[in-house]
């Protein structure tokens, strides 16, 4: 069995030789070397001997030279132009300036009633509203103010207005009333009154609706008295605002 195996190992190594030369002859043959004799072929060993030296393998030279170089030109230019419209910033149109030295006046002015004592009792208002304030005249004269007697008022230059005179509860506890710029321009033509009644701007840091009604100080008493009661006869009292939850303070009455 051992035996059988021996030679059938030694009949596969002689047929990879003989495959190998053939195979040797045909490279160099395409190669065109010339073909040296075939030497002759060794003495056959057995297979259990070992060989001293192994054949070398054939050397086979191939150099072949493959120049690639390519280039690729790649130049691609994309042109963003993306412009976004920015809507135009509407300007606000301004409120009236603060300042004492503006007089442009709205159509009309408020006064706060402090005290239901100011009021009749249909609701009409008193010339008790218009308490003109002697204490003034000095202090505007010291101001470089035209002498005169003062009482407070805002000028209803916006919404805010109104709301400005209520939240003052000091003077304002009774409501608010509104007197018309022509009922201004009225008392101050009238003849009995010779040096007049103008008014003002007057803004506080903590009141920019801030104004002034002044009676002259040479104007004699009782043209100060029929003044305050032009003014009263064509106030208006205004309603009071009704809160959202339907509640809100009822309207005035007064006394007679």
């Known amino acids: ?26 490279m160099r043959s395409a190669l065109g070397l010339e073909a040296s004799p075939s030497p002759d072929p060794p003495a056959e060993r057995s297979p259990l001997d070992t060989p001293d030296v192994m054949p070398a393998a054939p050397t086979i030279a191939v150099e072949p030279t493959i120049a690639v170089e390519p280039t690729i030109a790649v ?39 402090k005290t239901k004592s100011w009021l009749h009792a249909d609701n009409r208002l008193k010339s008790d509203a218009f308490p003109w304030n002697a204490k003034t ?13 003062e009482v ?3 000028w209803d230059d916006d919404d805010g207005a109104e709301a400005q005179t209520r939240a003052d509860r000091n003077n ?15 008392v101050s033509q009238l003849p009995a009154s010779p040096s007049g009644m103008f008014w003002e701007r007057a803004p506080l840091n903590t009141n920019r609706y801030h104004g002034n009604l002044v009676c002259h100080e040479s104007t004699p008493k009782p043209c100060q008295h029929m003044a305050a009661q032009m003014l009263a006869l064509h106030a208006e009292v205004l309603p009071t605002p009704v809160e959202p939850d339907g509640t809100g303070d009822a309207p005035a009455k007064g006394e007679d």
């Open 75 to 113: 130049e691609s230019t994309i042109a963003v132009e993306s412009t976004i419209a920015v809507e135009p910033t509407i300007a606000a149109e301004p409120t009236i300036a603060a300042d004492p030295n503006d007089t442009h006046y709205p159509t009309r002015c408020l006064r706060g009633i």
């Open 137 to 149: 005249v000095e202090k505007r004269r010291a101001d470089g103010k035209l002498p005169g007697l």
């Open 172 to 186: 304002a506890a009774a409501g608010v009333a509104a007197i018309p710029l022509s009922v201004l321009e009225y």
């Open 1 to 26: 069995m051992f035996s059988r195996l021996l030679s059938a190992l030694e009949s596969a190594l002689r047929a990879i030789r003989s495959a190998l030369e053939s195979a040797l002859r045909v």
């Open 152 to 154: 407070s008022i805002n």
